[in-house]
């Protein structure tokens, strides 16, 4: 009588095991190309070609120092914190409000909306890239910030709303009477209500945009021209044509447009594994 109690046990040790193991080798397997820049770009390029998966004798971490200041990395960086954090707070802002309307207010259309801003997400967005020129350049928005920032709102702004509009559609209506109740206007209960209640949805479309527009690459080279303005992706691009024979200054500026990503990812990676894996509002 006491076997089969123990087989499930071990069944369930077995399990768990297997789960662990395939966790494990996936964290490895993600977490190395990672490691592997970053040591890389603590070494010289001579000390690299002598053996490319030594570990750092020597840390040289001047070699930041000379990335940042000498390769123009520090304007890099202000723009696309400029150009991705102003994105990211518009379109998340702006998605919020219109996933709001099409999950709550019923109106004719409704459904129309919805459907072509999830259709929107299918097509590649290269096939706008030159209606996009032309229009930036007929209103004077070519080769600025603003330009920019407001294509990166337009690319976003579909997914953001997909995003959000199922988890919004999930909260209970008695919350909404009892708002109505209290005499609460539609934006009282949007600001007090719902962007509270689906904080842990709206910070993963904040995160998930923010690591989109910070690594995007096509969108900039082709509608900021001036050196000034550029973002960190087109000028790390820049920044291998100068060192291309350079390997460990190449990973040392690849380094400085990762960090930021981590950094997000390591400080909210809770909220955005809640906003993913929550299935209704309690």
């Known amino acids: 009588m006491s076997i089969g109690p123990g087989l499930d046990t071990l069944r369930g040790l077995c399990r768990s095991g297997g789960l662990m193991a395939v966790l494990v080798a996936y964290t490895v397997y993600s977490a190395l190309p990672f490691v592997w820049v970053g040591t890389m770009s603590v070494r010289t390029t001579s000390e690299i070609s002598a053996d490319h998966y030594a570990w750092p004798s020597t ?25 991705v954090v102003t994105a ?8 919020a409000a219109a996933a709001h309307c099409l999950s709550r207010y019923r109106f004719r259309g409704n459904r129309l909306i919805y459907f072509v801003l999830f259709s929107s997400i299918i097509f590649p967005p290269q096939i706008i890239l030159i209606s996009l020129f032309q229009v930036l350049v007929e209103y004077d928005l070519y080769n600025t910030r603003l330009g920019l920032i407001m294509v ?50 709206v910070a993963t479309a904040m995160i998930l945009n923010f690591i989109m527009l910070w690594n995007e690459f096509l969108f900039a080279v082709v ?21 291309f024979q350079d ?30 894996t929550a299935g209704a509002v309690k």
């Open 59 to 83: 840390f040289h971490w001047s070699k930041f120092k000379v990335a940042w200041a000498d390769s123009n990395f520090d304007q890099y960086f202000m723009n696309s914190t400029i150009v």
């Open 152 to 201: 990166y709102i337009g690319l976003q702004l579909p997914l953001t709303v997909y995003l959000l509009e199922g988890f919004f559609a999930r909260i209970p209506q008695d919350l909404f009477d009892a708002a109505k109740i209290d005499g609460y206007s539609d934006l009282e209960i949007f600001v007090r209500l719902v962007l509270p209640i689906g904080m842990p949805a």
């Open 223 to 243: 509608l900021i021209a001036d050196e000034d303005l550029r973002t960190l992706p087109v000028g790390i691009q820049r920044f291998m044509g100068d060192y």
């Open 88 to 95: 990211v707070l518009l379109v998340t802002l702006i998605g």
């Open 247 to 276: 390997i460990g200054m190449i990973a040392t500026g690849m380094m400085i447009s990762i960090i930021p990503v981590l950094i997000v990812y390591a400080f909210f990676s809770e909220k955005l594994i809640q906003g993913m």
